[in-house]
C-alpha cells in the first residue's frame, strides 16, 4: 500500500504496551485491508467512509454489531475496550 497506517487508535486495555519488549504500544491502526458488503440493503454503489478524522478499523464491525443488536451490557461486561 502507499499510504502508512496511521496513528491516533486507542490503545485497548488492560495491557497497552506489548510484553514481548518491542515496547510497542499498540497506539497505530494496522494495514489497510478492503471489506465487501453484500446485502439487498445496501444501496449499489454505496462506499463507507469514516465521518471523523479516525478512520474506520476492524472494530468497527463489532461496534456496529452492538449498536445494531442492542448488546451494550454484553461488550461492557466482556468486551471492554476502548477501541469499539
Keep these: 500500500d502507499h499510504v502508512p497506517p496511521p496513528n491516533g487508535s486507542k ?7 506489548a510484553t514481548d519488549g518491542s515496547n510497542f504500544t499498540f497506539d497505530r491502526f494496522g494495514v489497510r ?3 465487501i458488503v453484500i446485502s439487498s440493503w445496501v444501496t449499489p454503489g454505496t462506499v463507507f467512509r469514516s465521518n471523523t478524522s479516525v478512520p474506520l478499523d476492524h472494530t468497527s464491525v463489532l461496534a456496529t454489531l452492538r449498536d445494531w443488536l442492542g448488546l451494550s ?7 471492554s475496550s ?3
Excluded at 490503545?11 to 504496551?17: A, E, I, K, M, R
Excluded at 451490557?73 to 468486551?79: E, H, T
Design 33 to 35: 485491508i478492503p471489506a
Design 11 to 17: 490503545p485497548p486495555y488492560p495491557d497497552p504496551v
Design 82 to 84: 476502548p477501541r469499539i
Design 73 to 79: 451490557d454484553a461488550f461492557n461486561n466482556m468486551l
